[in-house]
């Protein structure tokens, strides 16, 4: 997998925007990049992914830059609930019999969503 | 019933003992991966089926652990001889693989192993 990087933590005010990044700067041209999120106690549950251009889905907003080789996944009005571990991840391409397309999880980055 | 299904939703086993854990994947999907977390950590991969081609073993901790998928669809994660290492929550993965649109992969809600 493309290497990944987020910030271990992060703080949001309830009802602000979170803008969560990820640096993946070895992705290649054929790559996604997907997040999730794992909720306390629960499975991680799939947000949203993206290959070039920005995506919106009624979870969140994802921003990839021109180069591909950062993003920012975008929660615009935080609630408590949102507090979670959200991890950025860039499976391997699609090009050929030799892509397993496990997704391999990092550490990423703990929001703490607060009153 | 859309989800990853996954049983038993908790297990307590003595030391020793052999455990199954089952996985019921998304209908359809044809791609299933279990991993591991155990408390306070990160996700853990530990195999990966793909339709009838070989199986990506090379996350499984030791000969102790072992899985299988029958007929392409339920499959089951076996670990002989438990030790107290073992205790984490299993989760089982799934995934429709589509070719061009990338590797989005659904989880169940995990099978919680402890061993006592």
């Known amino acids: 997998d493309a290497k990944t990087t987020q910030p271990p933590s992060m703080d949001c005010a309830e009802g602000r925007a979170a803008n969560l990044p990820c640096n993946h700067s070895t992705i290649s041209g054929n790559e996604y990049v997907y997040w999730y999120r794992q909720i306390h106690s629960q499975g991680p549950q799939y947000i949203i992914h993206g290959l070039k251009n920005n995506e919106t889905n009624e979870m969140a907003s994802l921003i990839i830059t021109e180069d591909r080789k950062s993003s920012t996944l975008i929660l615009p009005h935080a609630t408590l609930r949102d507090t979670a571990v959200y991890y950025c991840?860039?499976?391997?391409?699609?090009?050929?019999?030799?892509?397993?397309?496990?997704?391999?999880f990092g550490q990423g980055t703990t929001l703490q969503v607060k009153p | 019933g859309a989800g990853v299904s996954q049983s038993p939703s908790n297990k307590v086993t003595e030391k020793g003992k052999d455990v199954e854990l089952r996985c019921d994947p998304i209908s359809g999907h044809t791609a299933l991966y279990w991993y591991r977390q155990s408390l306070g950590q990160g996700l853990e991969f530990l195999i990966y089926f793909q339709g009838n081609s070989a199986p990506d073993k090379s996350g499984l901790p030791s000969d102790r652990f072992s899985a299988e998928r029958t007929g392409g669809s339920v499959s089951t994660l076996t670990i002989q001889r438990t030790q107290q290492e073992d205790s984490a929550v299993y989760l089982c993965?799934?995934?429709?693989w589509g070719r061009g649109g990338g590797n989005t992969i659904y989880f169940g809600e995990g099978s919680w192993l402890t061993v006592v």
């Open positions: 993965a799934s995934s429709p």
């Open positions: 991840i860039v499976p391997p391409g699609l090009h050929g019999s030799g892509n397993t397309g496990k997704l391999i």
